[in-house]
C-alpha cells in the first residue's frame, strides 16, 4: 500500500526505528511507578490532589513566583525524593480507592523490574502527608514514555514525508489526542483530517 504521506507515532520506541534521530535529541525511556492504596481517612477525596512537586514538574508553572522556593524546602526536606524524581499526587477511584503516584527513572533502556525504593518513599510521603499509619496496597505498575531534555515534544521528518511525532515528557495522555489532529493539520492543511479519508488520498499512521 502506498501513501503520499507517513506519520509514526510510537511512543518510546522511536529510538528503534529512527535510532540516530533519539540521539540527537536525547531521547531516553521514563519509567514511572504508581500503586493504587486503601487509605483510613475520614472522608473521601472529591478531587484529584497535587503537592507542590508538581509545580516543580509542569512548564505552566515556570513563571510562578514562589517556584524556587518550594523548590529549595522539597529539595531540603525530601533529598530522597529528588533522587527518585518524586511527583506525589493522588486520584480518587470510584471503589473509594486512590491512585499514588509516582516515581522516575530515566535510562536508555527500561528493565522490567522495580525497585522497591520507590514504592517505600511513596508509602511513606503519603502516610506523613495525611497522617496515617496504614495504607493497604491493592495494586502496583510500572509505565514507559519518551523522555527528552528541555522539550515537551518532539516533531520531525527524518525521511521526506515521514513525519515522527511524539511527546517527550509526562503530558502524553492530556495532550495525545489534540496533538495528532494538530499535527495532522500542519502537515496537510487544516483540511487534513478530512483529505485523510478521501480515497485520492491516503495516509498511514503507525501507532
Avoid at 156 to 177: D, F, N, S, Y
Wanted: hydrophobic residues 40%; glycine residues 10%; contains cysteine.
Amino acid at each position: 500500500m502506498a501513501a503520499d504521506e507517513t506519520f509514526v507515532a510510537v511512543n518510546y520506541d522511536i529510538d528503534r526505528l529512527f535510532p540516530g534521530l533519539a540521539e540527537d535529541g536525547g531521547l531516553l525511556r521514563c519509567r514511572l511507578h504508581m500503586l493504587r492504596a486503601r487509605l483510613p481517612l475520614p472522608f473521601a477525596l472529591p478531587t484529584p490532589l497535587f503537592t507542590g512537586w508538581s509545580l516543580l514538574r509542569y512548564s505552566g508553572f515556570d513563571d510562578m513566583p514562589s517556584v524556587g522556593a518550594v523548590a529549595e524546602r522539597l529539595r531540603s526536606e525530601s533529598p530522597d525524593g529528588v533522587e527518585v524524581d518524586l511527583h506525589q499526587m493522588y486520584t480518587p477511584q470510584a471503589d473509594g480507592s486512590l491512585l499514588v503516584g509516582d516515581t522516575h527513572y530515566k535510562d536508555i533502556s527500561t528493565s522490567p523490574f522495580q525497585s522497591e525504593e520507590g514504592f517505600e518513599i511513596l508509602l511513606r510521603t503519603t502516610g506523613e502527608l495525611f497522617g496515617v499509619d496504614r495504607i493497604e496496597v491493592e495494586e502496583r505498575w510500572q509505565g514507559v514514555y519518551s523522555s527528552a531534555p528541555g522539550s515537551e515534544f518532539l516533531f520531525a521528518e527524518p525521511v521526506e514525508r515521514v513525519h515522527v511525532a511524539t511527546v517527550t515528557t509526562g503530558i502524553g495522555m492530556t495532550t495525545g489526542l489534540g496533538l495528532a489532529a494538530e499535527h495532522v493539520a500542519t502537515v496537510l492543511g487544516p483540511t487534513g483530517l478530512d483529505r485523510t479519508r478521501s480515497p485520492e488520498r491516503e495516509s498511514v499512521a503507525t501507532h
